[in-house]
């Protein structure tokens, strides 16, 4: 979380008049997660419980050997809350996932966050782009990847790749880009499958679990909505509403459901 500008300006003129730090000013960093709930936005404190660096082969080792730690590129985080929304992990790609399915990709790209001609405020809006599985192939740490035509670009990284079950398949890691390494080339991206996230989790002794009371009532309300059920689907997502009030995409889903049912939303 950034500092107001003027406040992150005192801070830098500060340390340039004391470049030796002879006051003793500590720098601490702090990690908070933030929810797309629109202008009620909450940041939530959290820690990095496990962290694995990125992929660089530039840290190969010289003897041929897998780098230690491994490059998975991924991180799990403990978010400081309760009952947050949850996402079902897929068991693993091969048991999730063959050559040419779809995929659906949720994130953040920069290109669109941070985009001139767009409000700052739908910026905690996520970004979904669709693709295809397009070939398997081998990362430097000799670890199966999904490469896919899904569209991706700088700040997806750490987004879910979802199968048609709503299952993770994997997250979002690297793209490809010309030779000089100043143009995006796109329809040639990379996830990292979902068994680096359970093998990460094994490691710290973490066993992933979907229960969480907004979950449980997201999902009655879509069951109920895919079956017809109008009102006891809008009963159920108001309900997972009031555990973490203000997600855009549920107060847009009551809405769509109030239309569909005649009310007036």
Do not use: C
Not at 139 to 165: C, H, K, M
């Amino acid at each position: 979380k950034k500092l107001p500008q003027k406040r992150r300006a005192a801070r830098m003129e500060a340390i340039l008049k004391d470049p030796e730090n002879r006051n003793g000013v500590k720098l601490t960093k702090k990690l908070e997660v933030f929810l797309p709930t629109g202008e009620a936005r909450t940041g939530y404190p959290a820690v990095i419980k496990a962290y694995t660096p990125p992929i660089d082969p530039d840290r190969l080792p010289k003897d041929g050997s897998k780098p230690e730690p491994p490059m998975w590129d991924a991180a799990i985080i403990k978010v400081d809350a309760k009952d947050l929304p949850t996402v079902r992990l897929a068991p693993s790609v091969a048991r999730a996932v063959t050559l040419g399915q779809q995929l659906v990709i949720v994130g953040y790209p920069g290109v669109v966050v941070w985009h001139d001609f767009l409000s700052k405020k739908s910026r905690v809006e996520a970004t979904v782009t669709f693709g295809r599985i397009s070939a398997f192939r081998l990362d430097v740490n000799e670890r199966y990847i999904i490469q896919t035509d899904a569209p991706i670009s700088w700040g997806n990284s750490g987004g879910p790749a979802f199968n048609l079950r709503g299952e993770v398949v994997a997250l979002a890691t690297f793209i490809s880009t010309s030779l000089e390494g100043d143009e995006t080339i796109q329809g040639f991206n990379f996830l990292i499958p979902v068994d680096s996230i359970h093998a990460l989790a094994k490691n710290i002794g973490l066993t992933p679990s979907t229960d969480s009371a907004f979950t449980r009532e997201w999902d009655r309300a879509v069951e109920a909505l895919v079956e017809g059920r109008l009102q006891e689907a809008i009963v159920h997502a108001e309900a997972a509403d009031k555990i973490v009030p203000g997600l855009i995409d549920v107060r847009r889903a009551i809405v769509r459901m109030r239309m569909l049912a005649g009310e007036k939303p």
